[in-house]
């Protein structure tokens, strides 16, 4: 368990609504991501951050931004939602290793959000 | 590029062995591997480095050939809690952004 949470767990909500998904950590990791997963796509990344304020786009940002005013939250805003960002939601925190040049990235619990 | 994982689907018998792949068109620098359960979040396995030995994890152990830019996954005398979707991740340079491949899906019979 790394002490990721998400929330809401499961959102309902309609097109053309903004949406706002949460992800906190309770282990002051310095990178922290966000997925989505539909089926045959496997994780697609949205956007990550590799600190406070410092943010980057993934393979499939469009129609989302994120931001991170404190180490421990990172918000997921759908400004207007589609139908085509009905999906599962998940965070995933990591740390870099020196040694290795890369890390393990653990993920929160998921947040189903369907847009109607 | 999304790395490509053959096969797809995969159905075992308990005790039974399984291989899986996950290719790259473009040279590699690690290999993530994770499985997920229906309904749960992916649970990081192991990473493979370029240059690196095998790994192991339970029974499950996995390779990395640099030549073929391909890793192996190999689930040895399964067992029923080896079901669930297995995902390789890819990263061509050292760093964090992971490029997941499409899943396989393994279902251990008693």
């Known amino acids: 368990d790394a002490g990721i949470t998400q929330s809401p767990r499961h959102k309902v909500t309609e097109t053309g609504t903004p949406v706002t998904l949460r992800c906190h950590q309770t282990?002051?990791?310095?990178?922290m991501y966000w997925y989505r997963q539909d089926p045959g796509h496997g994780l697609r990344l949205i956007h990550y951050?590799?600190?406070?304020?410092?943010?980057d786009k993934g393979e499939v940002s469009d129609g989302y931004s994120v931001s991170r005013s404190k180490t421990e939250d990172f918000l997921l805003t759908l400004e207007s939602a589609t139908s085509s960002q009905t999906s599962v939601y998940f965070c995933?925190?990591?740390?870099?290793?020196?040694?290795?040049?890369?890390?393990?990235?653990?993920f929160g619990p998921g947040t189903r959000l369907t847009v109607l | 590029q999304q790395p490509v994982q053959s096969p797809q689907a995969v159905i075992l018998r308990e005790g039974e062995d399984a291989v899986i792949n996950c290719s790259s068109s473009?040279?590699?620098?690690?290999v993530h591997w994770y499985r997920q359960k229906h309904g749960e979040a992916p649970v990081f396995l192991m990473i493979?480095?370029?240059?690196?030995e095998q790994k192991g994890h339970e029974k499950i152990s996995a390779s990395f050939n640099e030549k073929k830019q391909q890793s192996s996954l190999y689930l040895t005398a399964s067992q029923l809690s080896y079901s669930g979707t297995y995902f390789c991740?890819?990263?061509?340079?050292?760093?964090?952004?992971?490029?997941f491949g499409g899943g396989t899906r393994v279902l251990v019979k008693p």
């Open positions: 951050s590799y600190g406070v304020k410092d943010t």
């Open positions: 991740g890819t990263l061509k340079a050292a760093g964090n952004k992971l490029t």
């Open positions: 473009k040279a590699l620098y690690s």
């Open positions: 493979l480095l370029k240059g690196g």
């Open positions: 995933a925190i990591s740390e870099i290793s020196g040694a290795l040049g890369t890390d393990t990235q653990y």
């Open positions: 282990e002051n990791h310095r990178y």
